[in-house]
Structures are given as structure tokens and as C-alpha cells.
């Protein structure tokens, strides 16, 4: 099994991809602050429930050697869907608040950063596990 594969850090890769692409979005909204008709946008949140479910977790192929094991289903690829985000509009049409957009960023970098800490992490247990 190549490490990267493991369903712990498939999830990770996931989420750190998700809050990637949303720090993109966030950006473009800071960048378009000044610009006239321009709304604000974000990325749809990420439901847990659907990850657990395996709707949007990329499928992991496991070798099943013994009819006891459990079979894990084929899971389809993440989608990051964009959403406008609900704002007052500026007489000029803008509907970006810095400081509301200045707030997601720094969340999206703190979150950013703990799923990479656990990635580390839990490649330092496997690479011990292993005996490397």
C-alpha cells in the first residue's frame, strides 16, 4: 500500500486542496474589492457527514484477501462548488467587506495549516510504523 493512499491522508489532501482553492476564491474577492457590480464569492462548505458517507472522498483500493475483510465502496472525486457570498452591496455595486473577506483568509491559513501538521504527523507515525 503506497502511504499516500491511506484513507487519513486522502482526507487531509482533501481538505487541504478544498482550503486552497478557497484561499484562491478570497483572494480574487480582496483583489476585486474596488471593482464595480463585483459580489463576493466563496466556496460551498465541506459537509463531513458527506465525507463520512464517501461522496466525496477519492476512492482508496484496497486488496481484499479474505471474505471477512471490509469491502470499501468506489467513491467519486471531490467537488468544490462556488457560491456567491450574501452581502450589502456599495452604491458602486461591490458587495466585497474587506474586513469580512481579511477574516476567512486568516481562518483558511490557520486551517490550512492544521491539516498540514497532521499530514505530517500522521506520515512521521506510518513512516515509524513501518520501521523507516
Known sequence: MN?????????LRERMSWLHQRQDV???????????????????????????????VRATTLAATDPRHISLSSRSQSR??????????????NAVSLEEEMIKVADTQAQ?????NLYAKAMTMMKTAIGH
Open 26 to 56: 478570497l483572494s480574487q474577492n480582496v483583489a476585486n474589492a474596488d471593482t464595480p457590480g463585483y459580489v463576493a464569492r466563496d466556496l460551498k462548505e465541506q459537509d463531513f457527514s458527506d465525507i463520512l458517507s464517501g461522496e466525496t
Open 3 to 11: 502511504l499516500p493512499d491511506v484513507p487519513l491522508l486522502s482526507l
Open 80 to 93: 468544490f462548488d462556488d457560491v456567491a457570498a450574501p452581502d450589502a452591496a456599495s452604491p458602486n455595486g
Open 112 to 116: 490550512f495549516q492544521a491539516a498540514a
